[in-house]
């Protein structure tokens, strides 16, 4: 079993030992936990694809701490590079830039770009910071799974492997960063955390990448962050005392046993959203559902992650 460690200086020295000895550790960050290594490190990399039963072909993302790493990583720096680091870091936005080709190839993914992302996590600031070189982090669940957003959701999905994790409780968005590639059209190819509508802003000709092409981002494939228990959108079927529903502040379907009320606020019910789905899959029903959220007369925008994620989880396609 991982083995938890807390948030103190000496934690962080340990977190940064293990690390610079070849090891992956769990790590707190503001969207959801991630499984870090040495980016330089391909040994070490190599350990969280094993470990996630990740394929190779879905590339990682570097966490940096200061911008001026993005020098060691990136070939090119867009024009647009300096507003969007002004605006968003740190923060839930990953860019992805053409790369140097001192980026090891399995981070890559044998691709010639590279993602980046500068986390706001205080802890995970720290531990960027002692270390001074970037981390390769994906989301510590296992391929497909949930993403964690404790430490126990860690140690969930990976019962027998003994890393550390920094356990800094509760992640603060419960949602992955957004992917944004300034490779050419800038282009969504995640949502996430930050708003389409605020990149927007300074990127006036964003497009979006929607789930039916999205060979770019393979984590954007279909049926990720599935539950194992069968889980469809509810369209008025009876439900029975083995089953549950995940509502948003809606009206509960009758004769349900089981509910998990969101909230109709979606930046609440953003934060639950993945522990809601594990410890749905977990109460061992036999069936799930959700009410999607009624979006008359409310800021769809604030929605669009959550739909996402509902899509990608359910069985509806
Ligand atoms: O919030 C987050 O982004 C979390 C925390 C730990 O930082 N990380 C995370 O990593 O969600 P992961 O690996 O679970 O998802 C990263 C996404 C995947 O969809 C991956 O395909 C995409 O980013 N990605 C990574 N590198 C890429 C690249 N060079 N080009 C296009 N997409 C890339
Ligand atoms: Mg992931």
């Given at each position: ?76 720096i867009p024009k647009s ?203 061992q029903l036999r069936t ?8 008359d007369g409310v800021n ?18």
């Amino acid at each position: 079993m991982a083995h938890r460690l807390g948030t103190s200086s000496s934690d962080i020295v340990a977190a940064v030992d293990y690390l610079r000895s070849g090891g992956v550790v769990g790590v707190p960050t503001e969207t959801v936990y991630g499984l870090a290594a040495s980016a330089f490190n391909v040994e070490a990399v190599s350990k969280i694809f094993r470990l996630k039963g990740r394929p190779a072909s879905n590339p990682l993302i570097l966490h940096i701490h200061h911008q001026d790493q993005i020098e060691q990583i990136a070939s090119t720096i867009p024009k647009s590079l300096p507003r969007i680091v002004e605006e968003f870091w740190p923060g839930p936005l990953t860019v992805v830039l053409k790369s140097k080709s001192s980026v090891p190839e399995i981070v890559r993914a044998g691709g010639d770009t590279v993602a980046i992302r500068l986390p706001s996590h205080p802890i995970f600031q720290q531990l960027l910071a002692k270390i001074n070189e970037p981390l390769a982090a994906p989301s510590a669940n296992r391929s497909n799974h949930i993403s964690p957003t404790t430490a126990s959701h860690v140690e969930d999905d990976f019962p027998k492997e003994p890393f550390p994790i920094l356990d800094a409780g509760p992640t603060a968005t419960g949602l992955e960063s957004t992917v944004l590639s300034l490779v050419g059209v800038p282009t969504v190819l995640r949502l996430g955390a930050t708003s389409v509508e605020s990149l927007r802003q300074i990127l006036p000709d964003l497009t979006i990448k929607t789930p039916s092409h999205q060979s770019d981002s393979p984590g954007t494939s279909k049926r990720h962050y599935a539950p194992q228990t069968p889980f469809f959108v509810w369209s008025n079927q009876n439900l029975t005392k083995d089953e549950g529903v995940l509502i948003f502040g809606t009206p509960t379907p009758d004769g349900v046993g089981h509910i998990w009320d969101l909230s109709d606020n979606p930046f609440h019910a953003g934060k639950r959203l993945y522990a809601a789905l594990r410890e749905m899959d977990q109460s061992q029903l036999r069936t799930l559902y959700v009410v999607l959220p009624n979006l008359d007369g409310v800021n769809k925008n604030d929605w669009l992650v959550i739909m996402d994620r509902l899509r990608r989880a359910t069985q509806s396609g």
